[in-house]
């Protein structure tokens, strides 16, 4: 679930642009402040050092986060894409009765066309997805952590140790059977309850695909471009994703 503050931010930024009526009295010291500003004073009322902001466009933002806050870290859970559309449109599917956000609000279309639309430049599966391997190929590589789901699933105790190394952060004692979580005000904007619904428990659990079997073959194994468990093969920079 994305929060408010990568809006903020880009809206801002945007504002800057030379175009802008007042964008000649920013100097980029006082752009630095400005950008800087709105994350730490969103987060002022928190105690705890270390912030976790959620977003799936931050990843296009690696050399402005990288200059703003030096010791930033990004971690990208993802997915093979079939299995995420796969999620998508089960969510649609279930809520029959009212367009949503799954369907562009509209009830017409199918499985193919959502697919397209998801997956596409624009779409809320393929942009991000594009911003990931930009991120990945990029000059701030060795800040980003890849976690594959499944790994996440099936060996949660071991992955969010590595991830906690990744952060330099001590270890701590999860309860991986006790994590349950719903956004039900948050999913009601979108018309889609349980969109963010978490089970209590963690674990892999199989099943069959919705999707058309052409349409899984076609989305399968985008994540090809990953190497699992090796680092500083892609590039200058030390690039880590983290495997079972």
Request: hydrophobic share 35%; charged share 20%.
């Amino acid at each position: 679930m994305s929060g408010p503050v990568y809006g903020l931010l880009t809206g801002i930024i945007e504002k800057q642009n030379p175009r802008a009526e007042f964008s000649h009295f920013f100097t980029a010291d006082k752009r630095k402040n400005v950008y800087r500003g709105i994350l730490q004073n969103y987060y002022a009322d928190e105690e705890k050092p270390v912030v976790f902001d959620t977003s799936r466009a931050w990843s296009g933002q690696m050399p402005l986060l990288a200059n703003l806050f030096p010791s930033s870290k990004m971690i990208a859970c993802v997915r093979d894409i079939p299995w995420i559309v796969d999620s998508f449109e089960r969510l649609h599917q279930k809520n029959f009765l009212t367009p949503s956000l799954m369907g562009n609000y509209s009830p017409h279309g199918s499985v193919y066309t959502r697919a397209n639309a998801w997956t596409g430049p624009e779409g809320i599966i393929g942009f991000p997805f594009d911003l990931l391997k930009q991120a990945y190929f990029g000059e701030y590589s060795d800040r980003l952590l890849i976690l594959p789901y499944d790994s996440l699933v099936q060996k949660p105790a071991v992955m969010m140790a590595k991830v906690h190394q990744f952060l330099g952060e001590p270890a701590f004692d999860y309860d991986f059977n006790n994590l349950a979580y719903r956004a039900d005000e948050f999913d009601s904007l979108s018309g889609v309850p349980e969109l963010h619904q978490v089970r209590r428990k963690v674990e892999f659990q199989p099943r069959s695909t919705l999707l058309p079997p052409d349409l899984f073959q076609r989305l399968h194994n985008q994540f090809g471009w990953l190497k699992p468990g090796e680092t500083g093969a892609l590039g200058p920079k030390s690039r880590a994703t983290l495997s079972g």
